[in-house]
């Protein structure tokens, strides 16, 4: 067989992908033919052409010498079956990013130990900044803005658009500059409360986010970029906690 693996690998099973193969070399053939072809028993061979005809890529021709007859419909349909099984591998992915924050929880329970995540690169940023996204609890987050419009803004972008689609509230603490107070003016404070604290020396070029016993961390640099995940209930707490004396001790900042 020469398409066989192939076939297998955008999603026939091998049955499926014998018959087919089958087809495309025979032509205009009947079951038998597939049997002999294939070496499938002629039942098989029968449910897998049936499969085949609902997935678009056989046709049965009838009442030609009273013998059921079957030919390969053109192979784009092929791209189809890829499209469907990428569309299915999403789905999946979408409901694995919604409970694997409970399984992580439930997996640092029996083994005792935290959970660590290294990310590098701007990919490695955007799924740092996303992994906040399947949150069960309002994310605290300390940030240098304009790091952040410097080195990831379409980043940032589209992570506060989906935080803003899945109203996921947020507290943050920036530092107080100019630059931040005129980005702030168009920000998406819906769903974003936000307090400014007085500038540091040396702007720290770190974004820090606590959610759902986690701490993630990126650092933002012309050099390297670095994310950090860290899911530890008593990590989580300390954090959670001084974030939440810090954010009522600062006062409310007038844009």
Request: no cysteine; hydrophobic share 40%.
């Amino acid at each position: 067989m020469i398409y066989e693996q192939f076939l297998i690998q955008i999603g026939l099973s091998k049955e499926q992908a014998s018959v087919y193969e089958a087809l495309i070399q025979g032509g205009l053939i009947p079951a038998r033919s597939i049997t002999h072809k294939t070496g499938i028993k002629r039942g098989m061979v029968y449910k897998v052409l049936e499969q085949l005809i609902e997935m678009g890529l056989v046709e049965k021709k009838e009442n030609i010498a009273k013998i059921a007859m079957f030919f390969p419909l053109h192979p784009n349909g092929l791209r189809k079956i890829l499209e469907k099984r990428d569309q299915e591998i999403k789905a999946v992915e979408t409901s694995l990013n919604s409970v694997i924050n409970k399984i992580s929880s439930d997996y640092n329970l029996i083994s005792g130990k935290p959970n660590v995540q290294f990310f590098e690169g701007l990919e490695g940023m955007k799924k740092v900044l996303d992994d906040s996204l399947s949150t069960q609890t309002e994310i605290y987050s300390y940030a240098d803005i304009e790091s952040i419009q410097k080195y990831i803004p379409d980043i940032n972008t589209e992570y506060v658009k989906k935080r803003d689609k899945f109203n996921i509230k947020k507290k943050a603490i920036l530092l107080d500059t100019p630059f931040a107070r005129n980005f702030l003016k168009d920000y998406f404070k819906n769903v974003t409360d936000i307090k400014l604290i007085k500038t540091l020396a040396v702007p720290f070029q770190t974004v820090m986010q606590i959610y759902d016993n986690k701490v993630s961390y990126i650092t933002l640099s012309e050099k390297e970029m670095i994310g950090i995940i860290i899911e530890d209930k008593r990590i989580y707490n300390m954090h959670k906690d001084l974030f939440e004396y810090t954010w009522e001790t600062t006062p409310e900042t007038v844009f």
